[in-house]
């Protein structure tokens, strides 16, 4: 455990360099992206020299990493306002998303999965299997324009979109856990059918113990060490797949603003949400990382 908090500060500046060293290698000219083809010459070498842009990548990166040391990330040409601030008043909403997302997945999908295993051959566990795998194969960029179709539109029960109250997160989050709760619902069965087969939850079974003993006191515990590091996994594609889900509903975090800035293309905004989501990702791996060492006794000796 203390070998992977001690690799967190390379971790973290290595996807520092892959962010800056991507950005950087897209080709074109961000700058006369940013002004257009028709901007003068001297307007574009002054805005090249007012971003750093014509200093070598090396020193360029150093300035990055000395200003994201005091918090400055640059200046946003759309907003007319610093990246760190732009960035400060959207990423709760971002958070507020993932995590109504990620809660609703596991309320969903580590039950049922539960469930199908429990059941495993009869009806309920082929009814489970085959919504999963339904649940797998929609894309949110179809499931949420169908969900507002369905209950904003047609039921008029909840908002289109936009953030104010709860009901305006149902359908965002919704759409967005639907894909993680299927990936859980079926690991989640292949986790516990693997541990309900182990010789020592037999013997527990033939010594008198409950059926619900036996799977809350023992087969739960030793079946989510995988599933853990799946979510931690997850959770960080959770941001990934933000930027589509905050677009369809108008949602006002990083993901929407991220393509507002590349639609301006605002440069300095790109970059800063493109960080955040990385550095954002990092941090729920390592997470997950620690979580699944602290179920799992037995991973404890190589953290």
Known sequence: MRRRLLLLPATLLGALALVFAFLHLVPGDPVEVMLGEFAMPADVESMRRGLGLDRPLPEQFFRFLGGLAVGD???????RAPVARVIAERYPATIELTVAALLLALLAGVPLGVLAALRQGSATDGVIRGVSLLGVCVPSVWLG???????????????????????????????LALGMAAILVRLTRASMLAVLRDAHLQTATAKGASAYRTVTRHALPSALPPVATVVGLQAGALLAGAIVTETVFAW?????????AIAARDYPLVQGCVLVVAVTYVIMNTAADLLVAWLDPRTREHA
């Open 73 to 79: 990330l640059g200046e946003s040409i759309a907003f």
């Open 252 to 260: 006002p975090g990083i993901g929407r603003l991220l393509v507002q």
């Open 145 to 175: 324009p169908l969900l507002i179709l369905i209950f904003s539109v047609r039921l008029a029960w909840l908002p289109v979109s936009g953030r104010g109250s709860i009901a305006h997160l149902v359908l965002p989050a919704t759409t």
